[in-house]
């Protein structure tokens, strides 16, 4: 039985359910509570996570988002079961993090990770055209690298207790979330008064859509950026007919739901349409997903199955969400104020941090090439 459920997960139907999966779930955690086109956003739930631990101090992003809890629990049942679970590590963690920290900085430019863009996509918001094109462009330079060589080394075999850490964190948050621990007036956990942060799901119900794509994602490799990845290096569409399945079927839901806008770039839910940064933002975010092997969807599910490395690039992604809104580099939504319409965008501070990160980026991929043999 696991032999035929394994070939499924891996063909092209396999995939197909996946991205179906997760289109339909997210359409329903946003009727269930979740903020506007954020029905799920790891880099928006992450940044979170980040305020509810007191990481920042922006009061309307705080709140221990059991999703996230659910995409690495939901990863280890899969692991468990199929007998995938690998504790392993070493593969530059250093390098990771700092590619975590910057893959935060650049989708928060852009106010969302890869599956919102395609979430956002499917309830008519156009920015996530331009965000998913810069996304792409982020993605071929990244190949550019690999192609030339770029390897971040081999991860080794290492202690099982090593794989535990990070579904044993989730554990934690989760508890703290459920028992509702304050340990103060003025200290964590915090908790969103207002805006996306005060906008969600039962947690329970939250959990459980976690758990399903969790598990679904670990057992078919769902990867945005991998689905790009393959197209550009090999011609190969089987894990982008996954994207194709969620956008679909994200946008089918929102018609029924009520929750399909209007096809235009202002005035979206949380998003702007300062096209150059949203085109910046995403290209930023590509090409760290690309040059760390995995969007931020999949470094959850290979941390879930015991990857320390992708672990190490997870807590990069919380620690940038930390640095990207103490240090004012988050974008800020469009608005109309007494009846003129502003178009949001990033600060000064964040155009240079985006620059930067692309710099720094080059440079990773300049310098860590192997030697290619003559």
């Given at each position: 039985?696991?032999?035929?459920?394994?070939?499924?997960?891996?063909?092209?139907?396999?995939?197909?359910?996946?991205?179906?999966?997760?289109?339909?779930?997210?359409?329903?955690?946003?009727?269930?509570?979740?903020?506007?086109?954020?029905?799920?956003?790891?880099?928006?739930?992450?940044?979170?996570?980040?305020?509810?631990?007191?990481?920042?101090?922006?009061?309307?992003?705080?709140?221990?988002?059991?999703?996230?809890?659910?995409?690495?629990?939901?990863?280890?049942?899969?692991?468990?079961?199929?007998?995938?679970?690998?504790?392993?590590?070493?593969?530059?963690?250093?390098?990771?993090?700092?590619?975590?920290?910057?893959?935060?900085?650049?989708?928060?430019?852009?106010?969302?990770?890869?599956?919102?863009?395609?979430?956002?996509?499917?309830?008519?918001?156009?920015?996530?055209?331009?965000?998913?094109?810069?996304?792409?462009?982020?993605?071929?330079?990244?190949?550019?690298?690999?192609?030339?060589?770029?390897?971040?080394?081999?991860?080794?075999?290492?202690?099982?207790?090593?794989?535990?850490?990070?579904?044993?964190?989730?554990?934690?948050?989760?508890?703290?979330?459920?028992?509702?621990?304050?340990?103060?007036?003025?200290?964590?956990?915090?908790?969103?008064?207002?805006?996306?942060?005060?906008?969600?799901?039962?947690?329970?119900?939250?959990?459980?859509?976690?758990?399903?794509?969790?598990?679904?994602?670990?057992?078919?490799?769902?990867?945005?950026?991998?689905?790009?990845r393959d197209v550009l290096l090999m011609g190969d569409t089987h894990l982008i007919s996954g994207l194709g399945a969620l956008?679909?079927?994200?946008?089918?839901?929102?018609?029924?739901?009520?929750?399909?806008?209007?096809?235009?770039?202002?005035?979206?839910?949380?998003?702007?349409?300062?096209?150059?940064?949203?085109?910046?933002?995403?290209?930023?975010?590509?090409?760290?997903?690309?040059?760390?092997?995995?969007?931020?969807?999949?470094?959850?599910?290979?941390?879930?199955?015991?990857?320390?490395?992708?672990?190490?690039?997870?807590?990069?992604?919380?620690?940038?969400?930390?640095?990207?809104?103490?240090?004012?580099?988050?974008?800020?939504?469009?608005?109309?104020?007494?009846?003129?319409?502003?178009?949001?965008?990033?600060?000064?501070?964040?155009?240079?941090?985006?620059?930067?990160?692309?710099?720094?980026?080059?440079?990773?991929?300049?310098?860590?090439?192997?030697?290619?043999?003559?």
């Amino acid at each position: 039985m696991s032999e035929k459920l394994t070939r499924f997960f891996a063909s092209r139907p396999g995939i197909i359910l996946a991205g179906a999966a997760i289109g339909v779930l997210a359409s329903l955690l946003q009727y269930a509570g979740n903020p506007k086109n954020m029905g799920i956003c790891v880099a928006c739930f992450e940044r979170d996570i980040a305020g509810a631990l007191g990481l920042h101090r922006a009061g309307a992003v705080q709140y221990a988002r059991p999703e996230i809890v659910g995409f690495v629990l939901g990863a280890t049942i899969a692991a468990l079961l199929f007998r995938e679970f690998k504790a392993r590590a070493g593969s530059a963690p250093i390098v990771r993090f700092v590619l975590g920290v910057f893959a935060m900085i650049g989708a928060l430019a852009f106010l969302g990770c890869p599956w919102r863009a395609l979430l956002r996509l499917s309830a008519g918001d156009l920015n996530a055209v331009v965000g998913l094109i810069g996304l792409a462009a982020g993605i071929f330079i990244g190949v550019q690298f690999l192609k030339a060589g770029y390897n971040l080394g081999r991860s080794h075999n290492t202690y099982v207790a090593v794989g535990w850490i990070m579904p044993v964190m989730m554990v934690g948050l989760l508890l703290l979330l459920v028992l509702q621990v304050r340990v103060s007036d003025t200290g964590a956990l915090f908790f969103s008064e207002s805006g996306p942060g005060s906008q969600h799901a039962f947690w329970l119900i939250s959990l459980g859509a976690g758990l399903l794509i969790g598990f679904l994602a670990q057992r078919t490799r769902f990867c945005t950026m991998g689905s790009i990845r393959d197209v550009l290096l090999m011609g190969d569409t089987h894990l982008i007919s996954g994207l194709g399945a969620l956008v679909v079927a994200a946008a089918i839901t929102n018609l029924v739901l009520g929750q399909f806008g209007a096809l235009a770039f202002f005035g979206q839910p949380v998003a702007h349409s300062s096209h150059l940064w949203n085109f910046l933002g995403m290209a930023l975010a590509g090409l760290d997903f690309a040059l760390a092997g995995g969007c931020p969807g999949r470094q959850l599910f290979l941390a879930g199955e015991g990857d320390g490395d992708a672990a190490v690039f997870v807590l990069g992604m919380i620690t940038g969400a930390g640095l990207a809104h103490n240090f004012a580099l988050a974008g800020s939504p469009d608005t109309v104020v007494e009846g003129v319409r502003k178009v949001g965008g990033i600060s000064p501070y964040g155009m240079v941090a985006v620059v930067l990160g692309l710099v720094v980026c080059v440079l990773i991929g300049f310098t860590m090439r192997q030697k290619m043999e003559v």
